[in-house]
T-cell receptor
């Protein structure tokens, strides 16, 4: 079945550091890929998405590129802020519309 | 801001009680989902629906049940709550599509069974 694997956290960074959170997936066919973010005490909200190979999703300085050859969708940001501290989830969805999440990675950014 | 609402936000209840967690959306979405989020943050799909009168069990076995009598409403019921049901429950909805549409989440219900 479909699955998503993402790096364990927590990831601890200083403000303005470069961020990478790794995500790989297993799926048949051509799934859509997503990154969601969850701030403390809140539900999840979409950060970015990519729906086909080589697409790059971007939002709020975050980027991720759909790499079919490596089945990856790594999240990057060039300069993190304290306000980026949250839990980040990689997810995939195929034609059946079931949305499958990775285990989440907690990011802590210190001033 | 997403138009999907969950009530209550927090619930502490005794073992053996029947509870219903409410989820409503005003976006007209056909597809709705319930996830259970454990303390380690992982999200487990427990129920989903593709429209009125359609309900399916998710990947994680759950003693809860759901119903979908109206498009906008997708309540989750536990007939007899147990401490093992203590968790955060998240409801989501999305437009019909080929798996490429955004899912909108409610703020969650944090359930504690004592």
């Amino acid at each position: 079945g479909n699955s998503v694997t993402q790096m364990e956290g927590p990831v601890t960074l200083s403000e303005e550091a470069f961020l990478t959170i790794n995500c790989t997936y297993t799926a048949t066919g051509y799934p859509s890929l997503f990154w969601y973010v969850q701030y403390p005490g809140e539900g999840l909200q979409l950060l970015l998405k990519a729906t086909k190979a080589d697409d790059k999703g971007s939002n709020k300085g975050f980027e991720a590129t759909y790499r079919k050859e490596t089945t990856s969708f790594h999240l990057e940001k060039g300069s993190v802020q304290v306000s980026d501290s949250a839990v980040y989830f990689c997810a995939l969805s195929d034609w059946s519309d079931k949305l499958i999440f990775g285990t989440g990675t907690r990011l802590q950014v210190f001033p | 801001e997403a138009d999907i609402y969950q009530t209550p936000r927090y619930l502490v209840i005794g073992t053996g009680k029947k509870i219903t967690l409410e989820c409503s959306q005003t976006m007209g979405h056909d597809k709705m989902y319930w996830y259970q989020q454990d303390p380690g943050m992982e999200l487990h799909l427990i129920h989903y629906s593709y429209g009125v009168n359609s309900t399916e069990k998710g990947d994680l076995s759950s003693e809860s049940t759901v119903s979908r009598i109206r498009t906008e409403h997708f309540p989750l019921t536990l007939e007899s709550a147990r401490p093992s049901h203590t968790s955060q429950y998240l409801c989501a909805s999305r437009e019909h599509g080929q798996g490429n549409t955004e899912a909108f989440f409610g703020q969650g219900t944090r359930l504690t069974v004592v």
